[in-house]
C-alpha cells in the first residue's frame, strides 16, 4: 500500500501569497524524496528533490523541508503565480532503496485565486 | 534533445481487446516504469524493469503485460483481463533504481468504449 500521504487534497490561495503544500510519510527507511507538479492532462514534472541527509533544500521560488522526526515532508511556494495551479505530488523511494521506484502520494490540488 | 515520448496521446478500446502503449526514451537511461493514474488519486505501480530484458511486477501488475526488449522502449500491453482499464497512464524512466529523479512522458489516456 501507499507510504505517503497528503494532509489535504485541495489548497486554494491567493496569488501573490506564499503556498504550503504537506506530506507525511510512513516509511522510516526512506532516504530520497522528490516533489512533483502536474499540470491537467501532462505528465509530472520534477520541482525539487531532497535527500535524508539534509533537512532544507531551496530552488528558485520553492523549498523543500524534511522532518525526519515526524516522517514529513512540505513544499514551500514562494509568492504564488497563475501558473503554479496544478497537483502536486510527493514521492519517496521507499523500504527498497528505490529498486521498485518512487512511492506517491494522492497529491495535492493547488488553486490561485486572483 | 533527450527525453521520452508516450504515444498515442488518447487511446480507445473495445471491450476484449488488447491494447499497446508506447514509451521511449533517448535518455540512456536504465530504469523505465508504468504507472496508473485514476481522478483524484496518486500514480500506482503496474511495471517496472531496471535493465534489458528485465521487468519486475509492481502494485497492480494483473492484466499488464509489458517486454523489454531495447534499452530505448518499455511498451505496455493493456489485455482484456484487465476489467477496469480506463485510466491515465504515465511512463517514465530514471538513470538509477529511483533514487534519482524520474523524467515522466506525457501520458495516454485510455478509454473502453
Known amino acids: 500500500g501507499e507510504s505517503v500521504g497528503l494532509h489535504l487534497p485541495t489548497l486554494s490561495v491567493q496569488e501573490g501569497d506564499n503556498s504550503i503544500i504537506n506530506c507525511a510519510y510512513s516509511?522510516?527507511?526512506?532516504?530520497?524524496f522528490i516533489w512533483y507538479k502536474q499540470e491537467s492532462g501532462k505528465g509530472p514534472q520534477f520541482i525539487i528533490d531532497i535527500r535524508s541527509n539534509m533537512d532544507k533544500r531551496q530552488g528558485q521560488r520553492v523549498t523543500v523541508l524534511l522532518n525526519k522526526t515526524v516522517k514529513h515532508l512540505s513544499l514551500q511556494i514562494a509568492a504564488t503565480q497563475p501558473g503554479d495551479s496544478a497537483v502536486y505530488f510527493c514521492?519517496?523511494?521507499?523500504?527498497?532503496?528505490?529498486?521498485?521506484?518512487?512511492?506517491f502520494g494522492k497529491g495535492t490540488h493547488l488553486i490561485i485565486q486572483p | 534533445d533527450g527525453g521520452i515520448t508516450q504515444s498515442p496521446k488518447y487511446l480507445f478500446r473495445k471491450e476484449g481487446q488488447n491494447v499497446t502503449l508506447s514509451c521511449e526514451q533517448n535518455?540512456?537511461?536504465?530504469?523505465m516504469y508504468w504507472y496508473r493514474q485514476d481522478p483524484g488519486q496518486g500514480l500506482r505501480l503496474i511495471y517496472y524493469?531496471?535493465?534489458?530484458?528485465?521487468?519486475q511486477k509492481g502494485d497492480i501488475a494483473e492484466g499488464y503485460s509489458v517486454s523489454r526488449e531495447k534499452k530505448e522502449s518499455f511498451p505496455l500491453t493493456v489485455t482484456s483481463a484487465q476489467k477496469n482499464p480506463t485510466a491515465f497512464y504515465l511512463c517514465?524512466?530514471?538513470?538509477?533504481?529511483?533514487?534519482?529523479?524520474?523524467?515522466f512522458g506525457s501520458g495516454t489516456r485510455l478509454t473502453v468504449v
Open positions: 514521492a519517496e523511494n521507499g523500504a527498497g532503496g528505490g529498486a521498485d521506484g518512487l512511492t
Open positions: 517514465a524512466s530514471s538513470i538509477g533504481s529511483g533514487n534519482d529523479g524520474y523524467t
Open positions: 516509511n522510516s527507511a526512506s532516504d530520497y
Open positions: 535518455l540512456n537511461h536504465d530504469a
Open positions: 524493469s531496471q535493465i534489458v530484458n528485465d521487468f
